[in-house]
């Protein structure tokens, strides 16, 4: 069982900034592909951004490369996403999931609880 904390979220301009980390409560999280996800109100979840158990590829939606990063430390159990240049339309709630490697990070195994992104215009 892998838990998996969210935090980071909060309110910015748009324009703006934001860093997300999750925490990983597990001694094998090398072993697992990490992905972020979002699910704006009214809009179905969608992948925003994915790297695998060594950090070594990544992934990301069209709507947001080139504004997002996705970064592991995996001595620390953490993943992280780096939102720049927000928009309104990247305004959700962000959920941190995990996925044993190997296996199709779209279709995760753990998910945290989420942590809530707003972008004011």
């Known amino acids: 069982q892998v838990q998996l904390v969210e935090s980071g979220g909060g309110l910015v301009q748009a324009g703006g900034s934001l860093r997300l980390s999750c925490a990983a409560s597990?001694?094998?999280?090398?072993?697992?592909?990490m992905a972020w996800f979002r699910q704006a109100p009214g809009k179905e979840r969608e992948i925003v951004a994915a790297v695998t158990w060594d950090g070594r590829s990544t992934n990301f939606a069209d709507s947001v490369k080139g504004r997002f990063t996705i970064s592991r430390n995996n001595g620390r159990n953490t993943v992280y996403l780096q939102m720049t240049s927000l928009k309104p339309e990247d305004t959700a709630l962000y959920y941190c999931?995990?996925?044993?490697?190997?296996?199709?990070?779209?279709?995760?195994?753990?998910w945290g609880q989420g942590t809530q992104v707003t972008v004011s215009s």
């Open positions: 597990t001694r094998t999280f090398s072993l697992y592909n």
């Open positions: 999931a995990a996925a044993p490697s190997g296996s199709n990070w779209n279709n995760p195994t753990y």
